[in-house]
């Protein structure tokens, strides 16, 4: 359920701060979740944070959960990653996606959140069915749509698996030399295999 379909019962009086209240929320969700994880970030520090009451979060966002999902929404624009990677046909998809995802990856101001994103998945079941279902839902299905391939939606979950060990070990872990290399290096290397298992049968 995306943030923009909620708006639960009667808004507290902080809704007359006007239309900025939701982005502070959410600015302060994504903090919060990035510096104190899953389990120990609230409703009510989230709004604290925002200052702003914990019944607008409610109103806005729902549960955690869903104020997570928002996050993660935010955090991984899953329309851009589609329109990126197969909005221009199968030739060259999987470098295209390669250098997305590096370069999502690569920017200081998206790495926190997302780096929060997936260590809270790591160690807490509810994060990680949240971004389980947010990722099969808004990401690989809407890509394995657009595969003329056997089993598209194996073939992007393979793909984005391969992906995700790359975070995994060069952000997360910092395994070197893959911690260090060059970005275009790596993008260069993986591209192959990407476009094997999104375009060939």
Not at 11 to 39: K, S, V, W
Not at 102 to 121: C, D
Request: glycine share 6%.
């Amino acid at each position: 359920m995306t943030a923009a379909r909620r708006g639960r019962g009667r808004p507290p009086r902080d809704a007359e701060q006007g239309p900025g209240a939701r982005e502070r929320i959410l600015a302060a969700a994504r903090a919060e979740f990035a510096a104190r994880g899953y389990d120990k970030t609230s409703v009510r520090g989230i709004a604290k944070a925002a200052g702003v009451d914990p019944a607008l979060v409610h109103h806005y966002f729902g549960t955690k959960d869903e104020v997570f999902e928002a996050a993660i929404e935010v955090t991984m624009e899953p329309a851009l990653v589609v329109s990126a990677v197969v909005g221009e046909g199968p030739d060259g998809i999987g470098e295209r996606l390669a250098r997305y995802f590096l370069g999502v990856w690569e920017n200081p101001a998206v790495r926190t959140p997302m780096l929060a994103v997936i260590r809270s998945a790591l160690t807490h079941d509810a994060a990680a069915k949240v971004l389980r279902a947010f990722v099969l839902r808004r990401v690989l299905e809407r890509v394995a749509a657009d595969l003329d391939v056997p089993d598209p939606k194996l073939r992007a979950e393979l793909a984005a698996s391969h992906m995700v060990g790359i975070a995994m070990l060069r952000y997360v872990v910092r395994v070197e030399p893959l911690a260090s290399a060059d970005p275009e290096e790596i993008v260069k290397l993986v591209a192959p295999t990407l476009q094997r298992y999104l375009t060939v049968p």
